[in-house]
């Protein structure tokens, strides 16, 4: 069965969110990261990872199958229920990188807070049907092993 299908069984937006969490933090394990966890649940950040003596807050989204074929696309901001309706807010300054789950190929990504947009993130793994290739966040650049790789060598 694949990834796609089991999450496709967890019928409640918290428990998928929360297997994205375990799947993300045990592949960053997995790479020999640091990982930390806030003590509750009230931070802007789900994880801190540690490299080379610096630390990044993480904020870790599930990718779903984007408007386009080929691209997955993820929320870049949270959105809360509170009694007089819903309030959605941005990362801006809470975080450092998105790490999101493209439950479809199964490939984690590193985004820069820097590089994402205010309500939500494309990313592509597939050119595009009308061969666009400018302003495209290619997955090859967000790839978990090509981030981290940067992030090492300073």
């Known amino acids: 069965m694949s990834l796609l299908e089991r999450y496709d069984r967890l019928k409640e937006p918290q428990k998928r969110g929360q297997a994205t969490e375990a799947i993300v933090t045990a592949e960053l394990i997995a790479r020999d990261v640091s990982v930390l966890t806030p003590a509750y649940d009230n931070e802007p950040y789900d994880l801190v990872i540690r490299i080379a003596d610096e630390f990044y807050r993480l904020q870790v989204k599930t990718a779903y199958d984007g408007k386009n074929d080929g691209a997955v696309e993820f929320r870049t901001r949270s959105v809360r229920t509170k009694s007089d309706?819903?309030?959605?807010?941005?990362?801006?300054?809470?975080?450092?990188?998105?790490?999101?789950?493209?439950?479809?190929?199964?490939?984690?990504?590193?985004?820069s807070i820097d590089d994402a947009g205010s309500a939500a993130t494309t990313i592509r793994y597939e050119p595009a049907a009308n061969n666009n290739r400018s302003n495209v966040n290619w997955h090859a650049e967000y790839r978990l092993d090509t981030v981290l790789d940067g992030l090492r060598s300073g």
Request: hydrophobic fraction near 35%; charged fraction near 30%.
């Open 85 to 111: 309706g819903y309030e959605r807010e941005g990362y801006g300054g809470k975080i450092d990188y998105f790490a999101v789950l493209n439950v479809r190929t199964e490939d984690v990504y590193l985004v």
